[in-house]
Every structure is written in C-alpha cells, then in structure tokens.
C-alpha cells in the first residue's frame, strides 16, 4: 500500500483522495492503523463541507440528479465530491456508483470526485469507510459531499446519520407504497423532490408535490427545519437552481443545530465503533475466544441466562484491568 501524500491530500488532487480511500478500504490490521492515523493528520482540515444524503428507489433518477446537481455546483465554482452507501454491493459485487456509465458527464469535471460504494462487506462496514471518506474528501477541499443510497432500507438510517442534510427522490404519480418508501425514511428527510418533472410527467409531478406536502404535514419533525417539498427535472434540468436556494437557506437556518449534530454523530460513531471492537476483540482473541464460546454454548444449551453470560466473558477483562491498578 503506497503512502498517502498529506500535501498532495490537502491540495486537494483527486489522486492522492483516491489513494487515500483504497487505504481506507483496505481489511489489513496495518491498514486500519495507518487509515487511523491519515484520520487524525486529516482532522483539523476537516467539517468544512455541507455533507447531504441523497436517497431513492431505483430507477427514480438519483444518478441524473446526482450529475444534474453535481455539474450545477461546479458551476458555481464548487468541487463536489460524490459517495456511495450500498447494501446490495457485497452481494452481486456491484454497486450503485460502480456503473462507469452513470455521471458520466459529471465524472469528467476536474472539480468532482467520483467513488463507488466499497464492495464485500457488511452495512456497519460499508458505512463506516464512507464515514471516513467524508473526512478525506473534506480534508482534500470539496465543498459539497453527496452520498448516496437506494431508499429500501437500513442504509438510509446509516447515511442520516453521517449527514447534514437528507433528500429522498420520488416518483411523480405512484404513492408511496407503490414507490417502496417506508414512512420512516420520509421521517428522514429535510426535503422531498419530486423528480421527472417534465413533459407529459410534469402535471402527475405537481400533483405529488401536493401529495406529499399533505403527507409531512402528518408525521413528527423535530428541529429548526420543516421539510420541504419541491419538484425538479434532472434531465432538463429545471427547478434544481431553486432546490439549492433552499438548501443553502437550510444551512444557513441551522447552522448551530448541524455543528452540535455533527459531534453527536461523532460520538455515535465512536460508541459504535468501540461496541463492535471489543465484540470482534472476544471472538478473536484466543484467551477471550474460549470463555465467549463457553458462555455462548451455556446460553445456546439454556444452561445460562443472557445476562449472565455476557457478564462472564467480561470477566478476564475486569480481571486484567484490576490487576495493572
Ligand atoms: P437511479 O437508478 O435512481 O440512479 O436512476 P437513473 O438516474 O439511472 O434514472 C432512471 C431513468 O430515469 C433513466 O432512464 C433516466 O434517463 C430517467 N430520468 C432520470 N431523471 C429524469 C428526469 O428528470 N426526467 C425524465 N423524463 N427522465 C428522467
């Protein structure tokens, strides 16, 4: 694994950001410790970005809206950079930004940067190294960060929870179930647009914004934002100049709400983190990878309650620590 070059990095070439990224991405124990520590040199240069979720069902138009929205940031002279939390990626391979032919025009532009979600590895993990990615991509200077999904489950919570900003794309027309949006991902969002609205769409389009501005009116929002919902065509493009009049109004609105949430989401991703090493640390370690599968049997054979249980595997843990006082 090539070192990363920090100048390079905080001069903000797409080359070092993407050499930064694979080393990120990288399983190796070695990695992990050299990507924690590119994390930390890269701390101080970061959170200087609007970090905004894009999510949808397949097929709504989240890549042309992507392009259309990305190639309308650069054009007002901002360097956007574009990421990916996909489930589905460890099971087919794939994944939603792997496609070359997707932004295409987008991906040409000097001021973007372009990278697919990370292949063959759980939600948790795939979210994680996005997670850090934002940071890099921070650190390397762009402006705006988009990170995307697919609106069909869990990874919508995950990308929530690493951003400022949440848009959830629809369908002009079809209601929600017909879309295969849960009413908790609605919850989710800060702003609904309608997309597709052009040509013999636009009037169903219209219809939908109405649709919808009736349906947030019922759900719980917390906060300094009511979402908003908007109609665009990411083909044509239209409307997506207003969507960001309204966007930077959100961040301007909610400036000190967004900075306390971004330590909050720190936090919880530390606690996360923490909670999933100590679990890998017991299943991995030889001394503790004993005791925990003595107390997993013991549970799985109903000889021990949970409680119990998990209580004993700590127990060398409390040992070791009482002993170093
Ligand atoms: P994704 O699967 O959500 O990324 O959707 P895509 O961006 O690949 O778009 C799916 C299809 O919808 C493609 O055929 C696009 O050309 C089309 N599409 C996307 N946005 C618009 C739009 O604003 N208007 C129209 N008419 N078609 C669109």
Redesign the pocket.
């Known amino acids: 694994m090539p070192e990363v070059d920090l100048a390079a990095l905080f001069g903000g070439q797409r080359r070092a950001l993407a050499k930064a990224i694979t080393l990120i991405e990288s399983t190796q124990s070695a990695h992990r410790q050299a990507a924690a520590a590119l994390l930390d040199a890269c701390l101080p240069q970061t959170g200087g970005s609007l970090r905004i979720g894009i999510s949808?069902?397949?097929?709504?138009?989240?890549?042309?809206?992507?392009?259309?929205f990305g190639l309308y940031l650069i054009g007002l002279g901002k360097r956007v950079g574009v990421l990916a939390v996909d489930p589905s990626s460890p099971l087919h391979g794939g994944s939603?930004l792997g496609d070359k032919t997707?932004m295409e025009r987008l991906s040409r532009e000097d001021h973007a940067f372009i990278r697919p979600s990370p292949a063959g590895r759980s939600l948790g993990g795939v979210a994680n190294r996005t997670r850090e990615a934002i940071l890099v991509a921070e650190a390397a200077g762009f402006d705006v960060i988009l990170v995307?999904t697919?609106g069909v489950g869990q990874s919508e919570y995950e990308v929530h929870s690493m951003t400022d900003l949440f848009v959830v794309?629809m369908q002009p027309g079809a209601g929600d179930e017909l879309q295969g949006i849960k009413k908790g991902i609605l919850e989710l969002a800060d702003f609904i647009v309608v997309?597709?609205?052009?040509?013999e769409?636009e009037r169903m389009a219209n219809q939908s914004v109405m649709h919808y501005k009736n349906a947030m009116g019922f759900l719980n929002h917390s906060g300094f934002w009511t979402p908003e919902v908007l109609s665009?065509?990411?083909?044509?493009?239209?409307g997506i100049d207003t969507l960001w009049t309204r966007i930077e109004a959100y961040f301007e609105t909610g400036a000190e709400t967004i900075e306390a949430r971004r330590t909050a989401q720190a936090l919880q991703w530390f606690e996360r983190l923490l909670n999933d090493q100590v679990a890998e640390l017991l299943k991995t370690d030889p001394t503790w990878r004993r005791i925990y599968q003595r107390n997993y049997q013991a549970v799985q054979h109903g000889e021990m309650a949970p409680p119990a249980a998990a209580m004993a595997c700590l127990d060398p843990l409390k040992q070791a620590l009482s002993s170093t006082q």
């Open positions: 949808g069902v397949p097929g709504v138009g989240k890549s042309t809206f992507i392009e259309a939603i997707r995307e697919v794309l997309n597709k609205a052009d040509g769409a665009v065509s990411s083909l044509k493009p239209r």
